[in-house]
Nanobody, 115 residues
Framework: QVQLVESGGGLVQPGGSLRLSCAAS????????MNWYRQAPGKQRELVAG???????NYGESVKDRFTVSRNNAKSTVYLQMNNLKPEDTAVYYC?????????WGQGTQVTVSS
């Protein structure tokens, strides 16, 4: 069974940085498109950033120029570098793996941006 485990969340002050990691197992990691989503209380889950199996990246409008998604296929890990964090970035961040109609999710990691 595919397993995705996120880490790196926490409490950070506005303007600070965090790096999230998502370690994958029991899957051919290099074949999957990897995405980061987030869900704030009372809001719908939204796409934050994605990186395809061919390393093409895309970002949500609200995080462009602040967040960077990357992957290391040798470590079966996808990362989300988050800079200049804002209170509105507060949410549970989820890792998603997608390929050929198959979609798998991690359990999520909480990111709280507050002074």
């Amino acid at each position: 069974q595919v397993q995705l485990v996120e880490s790196g969340g926490g409490l950070v002050q506005p303007g600070g940085s965090l790096r999230l990691s998502c370690a994958a197992s029991r899957m051919t990691f290099s074949a999957y498109n990897m995405n980061w989503y987030r869900q704030a209380p009372g809001k719908q889950r939204e796409l934050v950033a994605g990186i395809t199996s061919r390393y093409t990246t895309n970002y949500g409008e609200s995080v462009k120029d602040r967040f960077t998604v990357s992957r290391n296929n040798a470590k079966s890990t996808v990362y989300l570098q988050m800079n200049n964090l804002k209170p509105e970035d507060t949410a549970v961040y989820y890792c998603n793996a997608e390929s050929s109609g198959i979609s798998k999710w991690g359990q999520g990691t909480q990111v709280t941006v507050s002074s």
